[in-house]
């Protein structure tokens, strides 16, 4: 062994001290504006999938919690807050120079920031955000603290201004019927009655992102709906910064640098992204205006003559944005309505499912290959609940497109052999397709047809088909496939390679579909938070808050429960497209009761008290005002809105602009854009009937006054709408009022019933479970992984223990976040006292590093270092491990790009071991604790999947590994520690780029089981040890030099062969200090043995001839059901092997234990841990005792300390 362990290092001689160790062998308008156009491989790699499909974390900021009380309370009250008695806080936007004061950096003179008193001319916050952040000087774009403070300084005054405007909105009449005046406007206590607050949220429809603003974007899109009909196609398009060289280039361009975008790693991608936020929206934001302007609204028509779209931008908990898109295509096939051949064949001119060829397009199969393909390894999100890929893969190869519907039921629902028949084809259809996806799902299979796939399980491609009918639930398009496309997501061609990004396109079947699937997923990202506030408003009418209170608890509720990403914070400041549409919606207020908006409070103080005409012009009176031209005689306030737009100002000396009678104002008609879609409240017909009808009448019967819809034979509107008939301008017939009325209202109102019936359902239930999964599948799949890595989960699922019901180990003190590893601070002297102890093999080791670390902060690249730090017991190898952790952490954190982009807390240097008990010495973590390794380490790699961007997070700073006790790490487990890394870091070289110092001595424990230490070369075994790693040794003995003679005999024993002999002297020595009889050897002495069997025996011995009052703790069984999947304890106990807990635990108080689990590795609670039992705590259940708690006196007083004090009594020494 020592042989072979020469052979494979270089060993390095004691050097000078500033020696610099290198190996040779080492590898080198804003949005809504004048309202016209607005209102992978196929190999499945874990690397190049994780490289190609994830995106970046970008910072994220939850929104301050005083956000309410800073709107609503600038000089409410006086708060007695002591020493400060009887003053009066002062509001953040009241502080002067605040935005100087925060950010010096940026304004280093003072001057020139958004509150400067003598400013020529006022600006608003989101001008003046805009300027900042756009501006060729990046300073501002470069912080993401000022970005966020931009968009709460933005979004705060307009909240500000949006409450004042809500606050005038009320009915016309109140509650007992009369109507409101001057006078009652004016009276705060009678304008609180009549605010309904039910409509709190209502102020933050113009905060773009907010709930209101998606919930009135979800309503516009029902309106279309109901006026366009079915759209098309449904696509989704998501970013991936890592795939665009642009968006880096540009970002260094800025900065006055150049870069080769294929020479950059994924950290380096990320560090450049991270620094400018808003170049990196911007860019996204210009390369969709292209997408839909130059490519899919162009005369190409990859999908078809887009007459209308529709499509929102949302951001993923991780930060990166992505499309949501709604196309209405001309002359389009639709379901139900054209024959299904003719819809088959549409979809398949524009919609793909196939796997390139890589001969005859290389480039598209090469982007298919990395963004399309679903993973074969499932992540945890793809099975949720333990059931099959929630997101349908593999598909069903098939020969051509087709839709299947579902079988019609019994005739007879009573006859049982019919449903029984059904039944039974339904199951044996099931157990032939599930021979198929297991095929599929076999990574070491292949087919070329289907026709070899189907004789693998003996069935003919007809029955096949009539299979997948038999299980489909609902009418579903089944796209045309191969075997090995089966993996494929859909895609438009020419789209994917524009887009260069995954994407995700549906053809939509019916309205119902649309609704439940496609618009609930559209405004899936506020579902949640909206319910939310709709609860805390519920709350607030409980209490009697005013309406003023309850805003301020509606904005304070949103500030805390919302997380904003850098993108979108730039989004929002810098008023970039959250949302776009082909055409503007306007709602038509059609209530007798309808709210309406009262007078500026200055106009109301100059007018009588008794005045009823304190409002607003709305939109119907500005109809009845409309010009009085045949043209507009017979014109339905519908077809005015949807025609015709208010102008204002400047506007009014435009083109083609009328006067309205009566001074009403100014309209023009709509050329530059398509009619508006209108909206309007929707009643019941059987609940509210004459709302119902009187909605009918005023949209879409031409009228001048409200007389004209009720008549004296039919005063109601419902029975004028049934019988009644008019002559309207210009005619001389009298024409039925429901003729004209339905003529009218064809033209705005498509699919009527299914769509209310759609969003009846969604309202009522919401979007059926695993709706949005099919939809879009890779950019679902990528939201679930963000969710679940918010999730609070148990540390044990780390590596796939099971949950036993009242046995997990759960404290307060645990956190899902990786605990910070950090050593002990120590001051300037310490530090220096801990240098000057170094020999001098220590310290060229010591200064080796230092200098390495020197380089990286002034701006070199070093090439990582790989050094083996080797020794026998007691030569110093835990005191280099410190001394080079505190000066390695001190010098790179100083790095440049540390400062400015990354948080400094996360470490530099990551101290590690095998074991707890090494781990805890050097105040580490063990291996499989810190890079989350899996328990099996057997092939294939099992990637990070959800935790990928938690980790690489909580290790984006780090240069440096540490790894004591590295003779008992495997190769099996070394070369896991190199892919885990390569994969955090997004990076192919040795160990993720990372330098790494292994240290400990290979003559003392080798790993467990059968394998061999990294120091014993094999044949066909994966080695990252040989040839890589050198080796510096260390002979000095430091912990024991008050007994040389001893220490060195030890060390002598650690190297001696088998066939070498001890010397007299040596013999000598060990016989001195051996004990024969039982008698000279004490009982409570600890005591080595051979075998497991042989410590039981007298670990039994020991605790009963000491201990009276002995107790006994069996261990109870518990096992996996395979119907359930949950752990439930068996009647019997069973018996397991070594690796389990022994059968029965004896104990007492005054006995000498030792952990034989890791319990919290931080904490010190680690496998080898030795203490004293103090206390038992028992309680009798059943007649029968059992313990509660076991308290112990540990040897090492630095352990257990977050375990403390947990007895009843309250001992702080006891854990």
């Not at 199951?427 to 021979?435: G, N, P, R």
């Not at 705590?1177 to 540990?1194: A, D, E, R, S, Y």
Request: some cysteine; overall charge negative.
């Amino acid at each position: 062994m020592f042989n072979e362990h020469e052979q494979s290092t270089n060993d390095i001689s004691a050097p000078d001290e500033e020696m610099n160790i290198e190996s040779s062998s080492q590898n080198e308008n804003t949005e809504e504006q004048s309202n016209e156009n607005e209102h992978n491989d196929s190999s499945d790699d874990p690397e190049n999938i994780e490289e190609q499909s994830r995106g970046l974390a970008l910072d994220t900021c939850l929104q301050p919690p005083d956000l309410g009380q800073q709107l609503l309370s600038y000089d409410d009250g006086i708060f007695c807050i002591a020493p400060a008695a009887k003053n009066s806080p002062v509001s953040i936007f009241k502080i002067p120079n605040l935005e100087s004061m925060a950010f010096p950096v940026q304004f280093s003179d003072g001057r020139n920031t958004f509150d400067e008193p003598d400013r020529s001319k006022h600006i608003s916050p989101s001008r003046y955000f805009n300027s900042r952040l756009f501006s060729i000087d990046n300073r501002c774009a470069r912080d993401t603290n000022y970005i966020f403070f931009a968009q709460f300084v933005t979004e705060m005054h307009m909240a500000t201004s949006s409450m004042s405007i809500q606050l005038r909105k009320v009915k016309p009449m109140t509650r007992d019927g009369r109507k409101i005046n001057c006078s009652l406007l004016q009276d705060k206590q009678e304008l609180e009655k009549l605010v309904n607050n039910k409509e709190a949220t209502r102020f933050m429809q113009p905060l773009r992102g907010t709930p209101a603003y998606w919930e009135k974007t979800l309503r516009d899109l029902f309106a279309m709906l109901r006026q366009l009909g079915t759209p098309t196609f449904f696509c989704t398009f998501s970013a991936a910064e890592m795939r665009w060289p642009e968006v880096i280039n540009a970002i260094k361009a800025q900065q006055g640098e150049t870069v080769n975008f294929a020479d950059l790693d994924w950290s380096e991608k990320c560090e450049i992204l991270r620094s400018n936020p808003v170049t990196a929206m911007r860019m996204f934001e210009k390369r969709v205006k292209a997408l839909m302007r130059d490519l899919i609204m162009s005369p190409a028509r990859p999908i078809g003559e887009v007459i209308d779209f529709f499509y929102r931008v949302e951001f993923q908990l991780r930060g990166s944005p992505h499309i949501h898109c709604l196309f209405w295509v001309k002359d389009a096939p639709e379901f139900e309505k054209d024959k299904d051949q003719d819809v088959c064949d549409f979809i398949d001119k524009y919609i793909s499912c196939k796997l390139p060829d890589p001969n005859k397009d290389q480039e598209l199969h090469r982007i298919v290959s990395e963004v399309q393909m679903h993973s074969r390894n499932h992540s945890k999100s793809c099975r949720k609940n333990k059931k099959h890929c929630r997101f349908g893969f593999p598909k069903p190869p098939i020969n051509r497109t087709t839709i299947t519907r579902p079988r019609p039921p019994p005739v007879d629902q009573s006859d049982d052999e019919n449903v029984s028949e059904e039944r039974h084809y339904a199951s044996v259809a099931k157990e032939q397709l599930q021979k198929v996806w297991d095929l599929l799902n076999d990574s070491n299979q292949s087919f070329e047809n289907i026709a070899q796939l189907l004789n693998q399980v003996n069935i003919t491609y007809e029955e096949y088909e009539k299979h997948i009918e038999a299980l489909s639930t609902s009418s579903l398009i089944v796209m045309e496939r191969r075997p090995q496309d089966c993996w494929v997501n859909g895609y438009n061609p020419m789209l994917l390679r524009a887009w260069n990004a995954n994407m995700d396109i549906q053809f939509i079947l019916n309205p119902y579909s649309c609704i439940m699937y496609m618009l609930s997923y559209i405004s899936k990202a506020e579902h949640e938070m909206s319910d939310y506030l709709k609860r805390v408003i519920k709350d607030s009418s409980h209490d009697n808050l005013s309406d003023r209170e309850c805003m301020k608890q509606v904005m304070n509720a949103y500030s805390k429960n919302r997380e904003v990403s850098a993108q979108e914070a730039v989004a929002r400041t810098c008023s970039l497209k959250l949302k776009s549409s082909s055409r503007s919606v306007i709602f038509i207020p059609t209530d007798d009761n309808a709210v309406k908006m009262s007078l500026p409070i200055k106009y109301l103080q100059t007018m009588d008290d008794d005045v009823e005409n304190v409002w607003m012009t709305g939109l119907p009176d500005k109809y009845k005002a409309r010009p009085n031209r045949p043209d507009f005689e017979n014109m339905c306030m519908a077809e005015f809105a949807s025609e015709y737009r208010i102008v204002y100002g400047r506007q009014k000396k435009g083109k083609h602009v009328l006067p309205l009678q009566q001074n009403m104002g100014h309209i023009q008609k709509r050329t530059r854009g398509k009619p508006a879609v209108i909206r309007f409240a929707r009643f019941s017909q059987q609940k509210n009937p004459e709302k119902f009808y009187g909605t009918l009448l005023k949209l879409y019967l031409p009228y001048r006054r409200d007389e004209q819809l009720k008549s004296t034979r039919f005063p109601t509107y419902e029975s004028f709408y049934a019988f009644a008939s008019v002559k309207l301008p210009g005619t001389d017939e009298l024409q039925r009022v429901f003729n004209i009325v339905n003529t009218n209202r064809d033209k705005y109102e498509k699919h009527n019933e299914a769509i209310e019936q759609a969003i009846e359902d969604l309202e009522k239930n919401g979007p059926p479970e695993d709706a949005w999964t099919t939809l879009a599948p890779q950019n679902e799949l990528i939201r679930l992984e963000s969710l679940m890595e918010r999730e609070p989960t148990d540390p044990n699922e780390v590596n796939e223990q099971e949950d036993i019901p009242e046995y997990t180990a759960s404290t307060s003190v645990s956190n899902t976040a990786m605990p910070l590893m950090e050593a002990a601070h120590l001051n300037h002297a310490q530090l220096r006292k801990m240098y000057q102890s170094l020999n001098q093999t220590q310290a060229s080791i010591f200064y080796a590093v230092r200098d390495w670390c020197k380089r990286c902060v002034s701006g070199e690249s070093p090439q990582p270092f790989l050094y083996f730090l080797n020794g026998g017991a007691g030569v110093g190898k835990s005191h280099v491990i410190k001394s080079i952790y505190a000066e390695a952490s001190k010098i790179l954190r100083r790095l440049p790009c540390m400062r400015e982009h990354t948080d400094i807390s996360q470490p530099t240097v990551l101290l590690t071991a095998f074991t707890g008990t090494a781990a805890f010495n050097i105040s580490g973590k063990t291996l499989h604790c810190l890079l989350k390794l899996p328990r099996s380490l057997k092939p294939p790699y099992q990637g990070l999947g959800n935790s990928l961007d938690e980790m690489r997070a909580d290790l984006s700073n780090a240069h440096i590994l540490i790894i004591d006790e590295i003779s008992m790490v495997s190769k099996q487990l070394f070369a896991y520690v190199n892919w885990r890394l390569q994969q955090i870091k997004g990076n192919q070289k040795p160990f993720g780029g990372l330098s790494i110092l292994a240290v400990g001595d290979f003559f003392q424990l080798p790993p467990l089981g059968r394998a061999k230490p990294l120091c014993v070369y094999e044949d066909h075994v994966l080695d990252f040890w040989k040839d890589n790693f050198q080796m510096i040794t260390l002979t000095q003995i430091m912990r024991q030099r008050d007994d040389l003679a001893y220490a060195e005999l030890l060390n002598r024993l650690r190297v001696k062969q088998k066939h070498t002999k001890v010397t007299d002297t040596d013999k000598c020595m060990l016989e001195d200090v051996i004990r024969s009889s039982p008698e000279e050897c004490l009982i409570d002495a600890l005591h080595i043995y051979a075998t497991n069997k042989e410590v039981d025996n007298h670990n039994t011995e020991a605790i009963s001839s000491r201990f009276s009052d002995v107790i006994n703790i069996d261990a109870h069984d518990y096992k996996k059901d395979p119907r359930t999947g949950e752990m439930k304890r068996q009647a019997a106990p069973f018996k397991g092997d070594k690796r389990d807990l022994i059968d029965t635990l004896q104990i007492a108080i005054g006995a000498r234990v030792m952990l034989t689990r890791n319990i919290d590795v931080e904490d010190g609670l680690v496998n080898g841990t030795f203490g004293q039992v103090a206390k038992i705590t028992t309680q009798t259940q059943g007649g029968v005792l059992v313990v509660q708690l076991i308290g112990l006196h540990l040897d090492n007083v630095t352990a257990g300390q977050k375990h403390r004090n947990k007895a009843p009594d309250g001992d702080d020494n006891i854990v």
